[in-house]
């Protein structure tokens, strides 16, 4: 194992210690609780958008706490949930009267702690509401999760849903669009390396010299098949046909072609031009697009396809200003 | 060899094809030629910008080209340098009567090839400067470089004299300028894997499990020593003392901890976490950052460190509203 890193243990602290340093003006590390807050103060009246999960998937989630988006993002150890008294912390910190969404991936820790943690903070008189992403069409049920996995619909509703707060919609309404953001967006990813967990030392699974295996969840979790490396334009439809085989996508979409982590921007913009004709000939417009590392896998090679149907408001709220390390324009 | 292409003969061409489907808002491509273009029509009387080189460094250069930074880029083959007919086409169609800037990496071939293309448009009318990046403090002379390389400053000068053409200033002044950047800017860099360069199909060089190469250039050419992989904290001390070592940088500084291309996020976080505090203790201040893939190695894991001494000046050029698909704040 190779890593730019001290010890396998102190990665997630030490990491943050090096967040804290560089982004002083747009963010706040409680570096004890390992919770990343926005810098600025509060505004009065506005919901606060929380989340959190694993760490290793970075810039999400902690790459995107700033003005327009996240208010906070609980950090768990490399791939493992935060703990419920990580998300009661921040959603204390974070509550301005007006209640707290949580966006919660769908893996069983995360959906548990975050739950617990509602039901905590809620004892305590905030008013919190939850969603759970479930956008990977790979596989129902997997290795770390009960039905489908959340993955880059992720970065695109933490995104929304924060304009929507800044805008000062309330919670019930933050909520409901978040639901519809869920029920109208999908994921499929490919890897063609594992990647190595720290504590682990050795890589999560193996790949032979010539083989990809398509639908891989973001930790690594079993696809849907293992087959031979293709060309581009051949892993380009193994990823368009399960999305558009689990939900009509004719119209503007808002596309996302992410890196796993160790896969170069060359061959992202080289997916995307491959995949981007392919909407187009099923009717599919792209309104709006990220190419680039948004939600990775520590150094796993490969990329991953997201599209999510985008009416008016929702392209409104995605072109909304938002400052954030990961994610910052019209600022 | 496992990538995200359809043949290593068509890599760039089929990438910028990405390239154009992804910000035909922001960039325009010419696709016969390799050259990105800003989508926005010239502003009358200001310099314009042009940068290039090969490709494999992504987003250098070609996604620098936007508002605030460059006006075009002429991508070669990867690690291959354009041919002085991209050059030329582009520096005939950004002109406006005010000139164009050449920032140049300090490579043989792209310098020979941008000098003659340089005297191709002088002789046509176009006023024409160019200035020649060799930041690297690593090694003098190296594989494909009289002198030391050009390397990370290289993102800094195309912001900084981007935004100094932007508010108008003029040919004369913003050569000046960047020569002042070079002048004061280093970096210093470290590779733990090789890359491999589609057409050659396999690594460039090779690294035993537990080894580390101090000093790596962009391209893989050799650097200052082998050595064994260190802790984080080890490797941060042994990029900022050769860089210390070179120039004085006592005072503001903008410092970027950029990732060769396959190393994740959390590990450049770490390792700025690690670097910034060995500057403080040298009375050097950090007035802005980057940390993240800003001049990449294909998929090369590794990172490298580039200081620039900032004054009041170049801090507000650094600041002012850039929009590129790889920078962009302020717009």
């Not at 921040?90 to 995360?110: E, F, H, S």
Request: charged content about 20%; glycine content about 12%; aromatic content about 4%.
């Amino acid at each position: 194992m190779k890593k730019l890193i001290n010890d396998a243990e102190h990665v997630v602290a030490d990491s943050l210690r090096g967040v804290a340093a560089a982004h002083p003006g747009v963010q706040r590390v409680d570096l004890d609780n390992k919770i990343v807050y926005r810098a600025q103060p509060k505004q009065a009246g506005r919901v606060a958008v929380i989340s959190g999960g694993g760490s290793g998937h970075e810039p999400l989630h902690s790459g995107y706490v700033g003005e327009g988006m996240l208010d906070a993002a609980c950090c768990g150890e490399v791939f493992t949930s935060p703990v419920p008294d990580q998300m009661v912390a921040a959603t204390k910190q974070v509550d301005n009267g007006a209640g707290v969404l949580q966006i919660v991936k769908n893996y069983t820790g995360d959906v548990m702690n975050f739950d617990m943690a509602s039901e905590l903070s809620q004892a305590d008189g905030i008013d919190v509401e939850s969603v759970i992403v479930n956008d990977d069409v790979a596989v129902e049920d997997s290795l770390y999760t009960a039905g489908r996995r959340g993955v880059g619909l992720t970065v695109l509703l933490e995104k929304i849903a924060g304009a929507a707060a800044e805008e000062g919609r309330d919670l019930a309404s933050i909520k409901q669009l978040s639901e519809k953001v869920i029920a109208t967006g999908r994921s499929y990813g490919c890897a063609l390396t594992p990647c190595t967990v720290p504590a682990a030392g050795k890589p999560s699974f193996e790949l032979a010299d010539d083989e990809m295996e398509l639908g891989i969840g973001i930790h690594g979790e079993p696809g849907r098949k293992r087959v031979k490396m293709g060309t581009a334009a051949q892993i380009a439809a193994e990823l368009v046909d399960p999305v558009l085989a689990d939900l009509d996508f004719t119209g503007p979409v808002i596309a996302m072609v992410n890196g796993m982590g160790a896969t170069p921007l060359i061959e992202l913009y080289l997916m995307y031009g491959e995949i981007e004709p392919l909407l187009a000939a099923r009717g599919i417009t792209v309104a709006r697009n990220l190419v680039g590392n948004y939600i990775t896998s520590l150094d796993m090679a490969g990329c991953s396809l997201t599209l999510l149907r985008a009416d008016d408001d929702l392209v409104r709220l995605w072109d909304a200003p938002v400052n954030t390390p990961g994610l910052r324009w019209g600022i």
